[in-house]
């Protein structure tokens, strides 16, 4: 699943920070799991700038271990947590406002 480098309603309402990008990467893609550089590709961020912040994620229980295939170690959302859980509902009422906006511009 390849990021579209265009702003979204939710980096227009939290900022276009790396962070962010990995956040909306992972909430649209909730039901996966990803390897780190996916998730780095997804997010059209530095992989390097993924290693940054994955110590916060994994300590937050952003995320979390699904299995290894291979060398691979692969994630996802940890929607167990009662944070995430926030997260999801937010962003599933920001992508349904923007859908339904974007609706009725087309009608008109």
């Known amino acids: 699943m390849k990021f579209q480098d265009e702003k979204t309603l939710f980096r227009e309402m939290f900022g276009d920070t790396p962070k962010i990008r990995v956040l909306e990467y992972l909430l649209e893609g909730r039901e996966l799991d990803h390897s ?6 997804g997010s059209n961020i530095n992989r390097i700038t993924l290693f940054r912040m994955w110590k ?8 979390k271990h699904t299995r290894d295939i291979g060398n691979a170690k ?9 944070y995430v859980k926030i997260l999801v509902e937010l962003f599933d009422k920001i992508i349904n406002v923007d859908f339904r906006e974007k609706e009725i511009l087309m009608q008109n």
């Open 36 to 41: 780190m550089g996916d998730i780095a590709d």
């Open 74 to 82: 692969l994630y996802k959302l940890n929607i167990e947590n009662p």
């Open 56 to 63: 916060d994620l994994e300590k937050n229980k952003i995320i």
